[in-house]
């Protein structure tokens, strides 16, 4: 148990995390461009204007897509309590 098994477990936190920021990420952005495009052909400069519906965006993007959310974040989890007896013994 070298550490290319420490580095596995690492990558793969890492790839599960972008994957479950990038439906809210991508949404917050598309919202933010067509806010931006909005406010600048009406020339109205509103703070809330923006923020507002990228809320409303993540809120239903959450609702959409919480349970593949949830089941991916609880399988990763899984794997890492089964994999718990491999990782103390290859410590030893």
């Keep these: 148990m070298g ?3 420490y580095l596995d477990i690492s990558n793969e936190a890492l790839k599960i995390g972008l ?6 990420l991508l949404a917050a952005l598309v919202i933010g461009v067509l806010v931006s495009l909005f406010q600048a052909v009406t020339q109205i400069n509103e703070q809330t ?4 519906p990228k809320v ?3 809120v239903v993007v959450l ?4 349970p ?4 991916t974040l609880s399988s ?7 994999d718990i007896p491999k ?6």
């Design 56 to 58: 409303v965006m993540i």
């Design 63 to 66: 609702v959409i897509s919480g």
């Design 3 to 5: 550490s290319d098994f």
């Design 19 to 24: 994957m479950l920021a990038a439906p809210m």
């Design 49 to 52: 204007l923006s923020f507002i």
């Design 68 to 71: 593949w959310m949830i089941d």
């Design 76 to 82: 990763f989890t899984t794997e890492l309590i089964v």
């Design 87 to 92: 990782i103390v013994a290859g410590s030893r």
